[in-house]
Every structure is written in structure tokens, then in C-alpha cells.
């Protein structure tokens, strides 16, 4: 480290120990903010009419959401077949496709660092490949999920589709705003993959490389899409008098909510959202039934299947394995 270099560092120093001081604290707060919010909801509810609720629930309905579910976990994974392409390994679907969808289950149930990261980690180290480039896989399928929620937020946002209930801090009109910030941020990284003269980068350690313009095009498709037909489902379980476009934005709400909070699956997060949202155009009781199905069919299902095909990914990792080519 340079002379000059030092300072700087020292001066971090305090700012970063105030903020590990005061971080604990703030997020306990927020923790039991939302434990009372939960607790008046759940002291609001109507909790006869949730049973009834879930109960009449027809087959044909769980049926089309759990097709819509296993669809969505489908895009999820292709994700990383993108990935492949990325880093130019010779990984068959075969291989790839049960790592993504095992790590979006573990993903939306035990947190990023569980699903996201060390699951993907495990199971492409067994599958030969090397740390550098899981580390590649992993941005590539980051930036495909949230550059893709930027784009359908941004055109959901901006259209006026969502209206905020009357009262709220933020109006209508800023979160169309929003939208166009958020339109005009995909089409940045659209434009810098097209015409950006340094396309690498190394940020500790890892080598980042801008995709070309048709990667980042399908990127953005694929990950609008997965969190379109996530709100797909949700629009499937919940009462018919609600539209489409009003139920993706507020899950596209819930979603910024839920990584504020960082609480595993959103739990908690999402249902008082979309009550807050939407409970002056249905009843809290039909929308909680509808959302403890979604939970049902999206997240506790796939996690139990993936759980499954964890272990046989374990069990064959050996035989799947890629071959490593002898040195020249």
C-alpha cells in the first residue's frame, strides 16, 4: 500500500465501524416492525374464510399453477445455460439444467448465499468446473434475473397499470418515474454490451466480460419472463375479479421489499404487501388463501423435489463429470 493510499483507508475505517454498530440494531427494529404488521393482519383476518378458501380450491386450478410453476423453474434454469455459452465449457442441458433448478428451490427457501451461491458452487465443482468460472456463471444468472426485472418493472411501472392506494408516500406518478428509470437502465446495458469498447473487467479477482448485444437481449426475455410467470401463478390462486398486470406489479413491489429485508423466501413480506396493495379490491382472506397456496406450489413443492434430485446429482456426480482435456 502506497503512503497516499493509507489515509484513505483509515478514514473508511470509523464510517464502516459506525455503520456495523448501528446495522444490528436497525435491522432488529425492522424485524419487529414487521412482526407487529404481521400480527395486526393476522388479528384482521378472517381466518374461517382462508380455510374456506383453500378449500374449495379446484384441482384444475392447482394443476395450472404448478404446470405455470414447473415452466417458471424451466426459464430459471436455462439461465445458466446461457452461462454455458458464457463461459464456453462443454457442459451438456443434462447437466446444467438440475444445478439451476436445484439452486433456484434452495434459492427462494434458504436465502441467495444457500441456493444462489454455495449450492452452485457444490455442484459445479463436482461437475469439473473451475471456481473462476462458476464465479462467472453465477454474475451471468444474477444480472439475467434482475436486468430482466428491470425491464418488465420498468414497463409496468411506466404504463400506469398499477396505481398505489390513496394516502401512500409513493404516488402513482413517482412510480411511473421509477419505471422510466428503470427502462432507461436496461436499455444502458443493452447499448453498453453493444457498443462499450472495454468489455472486461476484474472486480476482486473476477474477470467480468460484457455479453454481445443477442446474449444480453435473451437475458433480458428470460428474466422478464420467469417473473411473469411467477405473477402468473399468484394471478392463478387468487380471486378472478383482480387483472394480470395489477398482480405482476405488485409482486414486482413485494420483490424489492423482500430483498430489503433479506428474509428467506420473503416470508411475511410478500402476503403484507400484496394485502396492503390490494385489499380495497378483494377480501385479506381470499388474498391470503391465494398466497399460502402460491407458497405451497412455488416454493415448499419444488424444494422437496429439488431436495430429491440433489442426491441423485450427488450420487452420479462422477459419472457426469467433465472430462478434462490433457495439457498440450
Not at 4 to 12: C, G, L, V, Y
Not at 113 to 139: D, F, P, Q
Not at 270 to 277: D, N, T
Not at 281 to 291: K, Q, Y
Request: glycine residues 6%; hydrophobic residues 55%.
Amino acid at each position: 500500500m502506497s503512503q497516499s493510499d493509507a489515509p484513505a483507508a483509515h478514514a473508511e475505517s470509523p464510517d464502516k465501524s459506525r455503520w456495523s454498530r448501528w446495522k444490528k440494531p436497525l435491522t432488529m427494529l425492522f424485524f419487529l416492525a414487521l412482526i407487529v404488521l404481521l400480527t395486526m393482519l393476522a388479528q384482521r383476518l378472517e381466518w374461517n374464510e382462508v380455510f374456506d378458501t383453500l378449500a374449495d380450491f379446484k384441482v384444475r386450478t392447482l394443476i395450472i399453477a404448478s404446470g405455470i410453476t414447473l415452466v417458471s423453474f424451466l426459464v430459471y434454469a436455462s439461465f445458466d445455460l446461457i452461462g454455458r455459452t458464457y463461459i464456453r465449457q462443454d457442459l451438456t442441458w443434462k447437466q446444467i439444467l438440475p444445478v439451476g433448478i436445484i439452486s433456484y428451490a434452495f434459492n427462494l427457501n434458504l436465502s441467495a448465499w444457500v441456493g444462489g451461491i454455495a449450492m452452485r458452487y457444490r455442484l459445479y465443482s463436482r461437475l469439473g468446473v473451475s471456481k473462476g468460472n462458476i464465479a462467472k456463471i453465477l454474475g451471468l444468472t444474477l444480472a439475467t434475473n434482475w436486468f430482466g426485472y428491470m425491464t418488465i418493472s420498468g414497463a409496468v411501472f411506466a404504463s400506469g397499470l398499477v396505481r398505489m392506494p390513496p394516502g401512500w408516500k409513493l404516488s402513482s406518478d413517482a412510480l411511473q418515474i421509477v419505471g422510466v428509470v428503470l427502462l432507461l437502465v436496461s436499455a444502458g446495458y443493452l447499448l453498453a454490451c453493444r457498443f462499450a469498447k472495454r468489455r472486461e473487467w476484474s472486480i476482486r479477482g473476477v474477470e467480468i466480460d460484457l455479453p454481445s448485444l443477442r446474449m444480453a437481449v435473451l437475458q433480458l426475455a428470460l428474466g422478464a419472463l420467469n417473473w411473469s410467470l411467477m405473477a402468473a401463478v399468484i394471478f392463478t390462486l387468487l380471486p378472478s375479479k383482480l387483472d394480470y398486470p395489477l398482480v405482476l406489479g405488485v409482486l414486482l413491489i413485494s420483490a424489492i421489499a423482500g430483498v430489503i429485508t433479506h428474509i428467506p423466501a420473503g416470508l411475511g413480506v410478500l402476503e403484507a404487501v400484496f394485502v396492503a396493495l390490494l385489499q380495497h379490491e378483494t377480501s385479506r382472506g381470499s388474498l391470503v388463501a391465494g398466497l399460502l397456496a402460491y407458497r405451497a406450489i412455488y416454493f415448499i413443492l419444488p424444494l422437496l423435489i429439488a431436495l430429491v434430485m440433489y442426491l441423485a446429482v450427488e450420487a452420479k456426480a462422477k459419472s457426469l463429470r467433465i472430462k478434462k482435456k490433457p495439457a498440450e
